[in-house]
Structures are given as C-alpha cells and as structure tokens.
C-alpha cells in the first residue's frame, strides 16, 4: 500500500517537472545572429533612387493630401488664408516702403512689384520650413514601418503647391488690372515655378535631415530664413543695390529666380546668366541632400 502511494505521488511531481521543462526547451533554440529580413532603403549609387520613389507614388499622394487637409481642417476662411497672407503683407509693402520710403521699383506699379516677390518667396519659405520639420511632425510613421523616408519632406513642400496656384489668381488680377500684355516670356513662368520647388526641395531635405540630429535647427531656420529674406530682392530691385556689390547679390540663388519671375511677367529682359546660376544650384542642392539625406536615414528612428 505504502508502495503505490508513493509511486502516484512521484507521476504528478515527473509530470509538473515535464511541463516546467518544455517552455525551457521552446526558448532554447538558438536565434540568428542577424535578421532573416532587413527592411532598409535601397543602396544605390544614385542619389535619389527615382525606382524606389516612383513605387511610393501613391503614399506621396496620400501624404500631401494630408497635409493639405489638416492645414486647413477647422478653419473658417479655409483656403483663403492662401491669398491673405502674401495679400496683407503687400499692402504693409506697399504703404510702408512704397509710399514712405519711396524704394524704387524700376517703373513697375508699387503693389504688383511686392506681391510678385511676396508670393514667390511665401512657398519658398514655407516649403523650407515644412519640409524641415516634417521628420519630426511624422515620428509615428518613421518608428513603424519603412517606406522611402525623401517622401515625407517631398509631400510637406509639394503641398504648398496648391497655395501658391490659389494665391496666383490675385496675381492673374493684378497682371489684368495694369495692363500688363501678355508675351511669349510667360511660357518661363511654369519653369520657375518649378525651379522654386527643386531649390525648396533640396534646402528643405537638408534641414530635415539635420533637425532629427540636431533639435538647434528648429530655432536657427527661422532666423536664417528672415535673414534670407532681407538678403533677396524681394522689397527692392537688385538695381538699387550699388553696382560694385551687386555681384555679393547675385550670389544668392533666390536672386536669378525672382529676377526672373518679374522680368517674364512684366516684359523685360530675363538675366540668363543669373537664372544659370540659379538653376545650378539649386540642382546641384537636391542631389547633394538626397544623397546625404539616404545616408542618414538609417538612424532617423534611433534619434527621432
């Protein structure tokens, strides 16, 4: 009796000894050392990867549609506010440097000469400083799934496109209301427009880069942006600048592409060797932050 008591007694300690073992045994096979799947971006010589780009597409879409919608989600002048701010700032323009300080605009009515510079620069700037602080405003997306990181600044400066064609009906207004004839120098006006984006583009990948690294840039980009502003011909002509200094001028790329925006529209000579430089550089920033931007993107999710 004592013999089968103390055989029944040892089943039930085998068996709990049993079951403690098979999780050990479960987590005791040995994992590798690296990854099966490694999803990270493409390594390519060329900076840009269009390939990889041009598979996301739709998620570019997407994401400019985004920001598009929150800007103006809950607001009650919704996308008017697209022709208030360039709108308002010409007439502070025009009141304060046209009629006060009398700044000379080459012959050209005062307001239309503001808003011509104002509206240009309004999306260059904004599509600095959005597409600097996109990496930061989409950590969410960036720590859960890969996608090419380049779509998110390039979704924040696209959207300002929108902006920029609300705001330009004005401009159509102005153009008609002084009487300003139309000439074949209007076909540049879609070039520049695009030139404004690829230079946006290019300095807004830069600062995004740098601003997961280094949170400084969100109080150094508007600074420089300010700075940046007085530094353009954007409230006088660049004939008002001494002619022995106008060449520390024309080092602005920002310089040949609004010289070149007015001279289109008001029937002047457009300054070629300006507008090459422009172009140069500003082609030559995209390519040189889309390669060091690829680079960097690897350790977005470690500092971000």
Same mark, same amino acid.
């Given at each position: 009796?004592?013999?089968?008591?103390?055989?029944?007694?040892?089943?039930?300690?085998?068996?709990?000894?049993?079951?403690?073992?098979?999780?050990?045994?479960?987590?005791?096979?040995?994992?590798?050392?690296?990854?099966?799947?490694?999803?990270?971006?493409?390594?390519?010589?060329?900076?840009?990867?269009?390939?990889?780009?041009?598979?996301?597409?739709?998620?570019?879409?997407?994401?400019?549609?985004?920001?598009?919608?929150?800007?103006?989600?809950?607001? *009650?002048?919704? *996308?008017?506010?697209?022709? /208030?701010?360039?709108?308002?700032?010409?007439?502070?323009? +025009?009141?304060?440097?046209?009629?006060?300080?009398?700044?000379?605009?080459?012959?050209?009515?005062?307001?239309?000469?503001?808003?011509?510079?104002?509206?240009?620069?309004?999306?260059?700037? %904004?599509?600095?400083?959005?597409?600097?602080? =996109?990496?930061?405003?989409?950590? %969410?997306? /960036?720590?859960?799934?890969?996608?090419?990181?380049? /779509?998110?600044?390039?979704?924040?400066? $696209?959207?300002?496109?929108?902006?920029l064609a609300i705001a330009s009906?004005?401009? #159509?207004?102005? #153009?008609?209301?002084? $009487?300003?004839?139309?000439?074949?120098?209007?076909?540049?006006?879609?070039?520049? &427009?695009?030139? +404004?984006?690829? !230079?946006?583009?290019? #300095?807004?990948?830069?600062?995004?880069?740098?601003?997961?690294?280094?949170?400084?840039?969100?109080? *150094?980009?508007?600074?420089?942006?300010?700075?940046?502003?007085?530094? =353009?011909?954007?409230?006088?002509?660049? =004939?008002?600048v001494p002619s022995e200094w106008?060449?520390?001028?024309?080092?602005?790329?920002?310089?040949?592409?609004?010289?070149? !925006?007015? *001279?289109?529209?008001?029937?002047?000579?457009?300054?070629?060797?300006?507008?090459?430089?422009? +172009?140069? #550089?500003?082609?030559?920033?995209? &390519?040189?932050?889309?390669?060091?931007?690829?680079?960097?993107?690897?350790? !977005?999710?470690?500092?971000?």
């Amino acid at each position: 009796m004592s013999l089968l008591a103390t055989e029944t007694t040892q089943r039930p300690a085998l068996a709990d000894q049993s079951r403690e073992q098979e999780p050990s045994r479960a987590l005791s096979y040995d994992l590798p050392e690296k990854p099966v799947v490694t999803i990270e971006a493409r390594r390519s010589w060329v900076a840009l990867n269009l390939r990889d780009l041009w598979s996301y597409r739709e998620l570019l879409y997407f994401l400019m549609w985004r920001d598009i919608k929150v800007r103006y989600k809950q607001t *009650a002048l919704g *996308a008017a506010w697209a022709v /208030i701010q360039p709108l308002v700032t010409m007439i502070i323009f +025009t009141y304060f440097f046209g009629k006060l300080a009398r700044v000379p605009t080459d012959g050209v009515p005062n307001p239309i000469f503001f808003y011509t510079g104002v509206l240009l620069w309004t999306f260059f700037s %904004n599509g600095v400083t959005n597409g600097a602080n =996109s990496l930061i405003g989409n950590s %969410n997306l /960036i720590t859960k799934v890969y996608f090419p990181r380049l /779509i998110i600044p390039s979704a924040a400066v $696209g959207a300002g496109l929108l902006d920029l064609a609300i705001a330009s009906v004005l401009l #159509v207004g102005l #153009v008609v209301y002084y $009487g300003f004839s139309v000439t074949w120098a209007y076909l540049m006006i879609l070039p520049l &427009i695009v030139l +404004t984006t690829v !230079f946006a583009l290019g #300095v807004g990948i830069s600062f995004s880069a740098l601003n997961v690294r280094y949170r400084d840039v969100r109080y *150094a980009l508007p600074f420089l942006i300010q700075v940046w502003f007085f530094v =353009s011909p954007i409230i006088y002509p660049s =004939s008002l600048v001494p002619s022995e200094w106008r060449w520390l001028l024309a080092l602005n790329p920002f310089t040949g592409i609004v010289e070149s !925006f007015r *001279a289109s529209l008001f029937g002047r000579q457009i300054p070629w060797i300006a507008l090459a430089y422009s +172009t140069g #550089v500003a082609v030559a920033m995209l &390519i040189y932050s889309s390669y060091t931007f690829r680079r960097m993107e690897r350790s !977005f999710a470690e500092f971000i």
